[in-house]
Each structure stands twice: as structure tokens, then as C-alpha cells.
């Protein structure tokens, strides 16, 4: 089986290799997994074993820059960089993020930065964001 993650999720799926009719589910690496291979257990109907055999590899994480939360009311995680965006995660005051890099958008404040977070997914204003050191644009 093949098992594929981004670096910042420990939800994957799983699906056989060259076979479309396979099983395809959710597996949770266990614990705070450190990058390499483990052991995965897979869940839903008739499962919750551990599959022998199978393993995940976790990717070591892509280098990313801390920031912290200063909006005063926490800061919600945004599908595209626009207040416009759909919402997809809510980040709350003093929270420490990890951001991946920035690129331009919607002027929030003043400001058209906006960086990209890996979990939950999307984007955020860097108006409210006080950073621990310079952030790349992105690709």
C-alpha cells in the first residue's frame, strides 16, 4: 500500500497500488511520530487492526518561520489570501503558527501580505502576525 501526507498532517490515505477498488481509509500515525517509517492502523468498517506490513513514512518538515498571534480576537485561517476566502481554520490570540511562506493579496490594514500555513491549511494576514524572523515568498 501507498500512504501519502503533507509534512504538517497525520490523517492520511490509504489506497493499493495500481488497484482502484481497494480499500481506501483514514490511518493516524500514533503519538507524536518523528520523520521516518511506521506502523499505521487503519480505520472504518470491518478495520481498526494494525496491516501488517504497511508503514508510513512521515517527511521530515519543510522549514517554516514562527509567528505569533496578535489579533485580539484570534485570526481565521483563510482557503485563498482575501477576507473574501472560505474559511478553513481559526487561529486564537498568542497562538505560535508556522508559517511556509508569503505572497501578496488582499490589503488587510494596510497591508497585502499574506502568509501560508500547513495546518490547518490556507492562508492568513500577516497584519496580525508578529514574526519570529523573515519570511519567504513563495513559489
Known sequence: MQ??????VRAVTLTKRGNAAAYSG???VKGAAAPGRHQVTVSGTGCGKWVSGTTLTVLAPAKTVK?????????????????NSAV???YSSGETVHLMCRKPGQ????????YQVGMPKGWIAAR????AGPVPACR
Open 26 to 28: 483514514r490511518a493516524l
Open 67 to 83: 509567528g505569533k498571534v496578535i489579533a485580539k480576537t484570534g485570526l481565521k485561517v483563510r482557503q485563498q489570501p482575501t477576507s
Open 88 to 90: 478553513t481554520g481559526f
Open 107 to 114: 490589503p488587510v490594514g494596510g497591508n497585502r501580505t499574506w
Open 3 to 8: 500512504a501519502t501526507s503533507d509534512a504538517f
Open 128 to 131: 496580525y502576525v508578529k514574526t
